[in-house]
């Protein structure tokens, strides 16, 4: 079964960094688009970055573009976001997702699994 397990969450300080890591199985990694999403209390499940399966095209929401990078390994079956200058308003669960093919998409309605999230809090 496909399964997408997050990790790395925590509790930082505003301009903090923590890098999460989403590890997969059961299923052919390299050729899958993934994305991560995050959901505050209160809030949709919106869209953060995405990277297709090469590794070398990505897409980032306006709000972490230039403090979030998103990149793959994989012999390891792992996605990464690597999150600096964190900000209180990045505070949410965040969860990674595989897409339902290759390309990477910012619309929640191109992926079909999800982890079950890790959380991500940040004080000011």
């Known amino acids: 079964e496909v399964q997408l397990v997050e990790s790395g969450g925590g509790s930082v300080q505003a301009g903090g960094s923590l890098r999460l890591s989403c590890a997969a199985s059961g299923f052919r990694f390299s050729s899958y688009g993934m994305g991560w999403f995050r959901q505050a209390p209160g809030k949709e499940r919106e869209f953060v970055a995405a990277?297709?399966?090469?590794?070398?095209?990505?897409y980032y929401a306006d709000s972490v573009k230039g403090r979030f990078t998103i990149s793959r390994d994989d012999p390891k079956k792992t996605l990464y976001l690597q999150m600096n200058s964190l900000k209180p308003e990045d505070t949410a669960v965040y969860y990674c997702?595989?897409?339902?093919?290759?390309?990477?998409?910012?619309?929640?309605?191109?992926?079909?699994?999800w982890g079950q999230g890790t959380q991500v809090t940040v004080s000011s």
């Open positions: 990277v297709e399966w090469t590794g070398r095209i990505t």
């Open positions: 997702a595989r897409s339902t093919g290759g390309r990477a998409s910012i619309r929640i309605f191109d992926y079909d699994y």
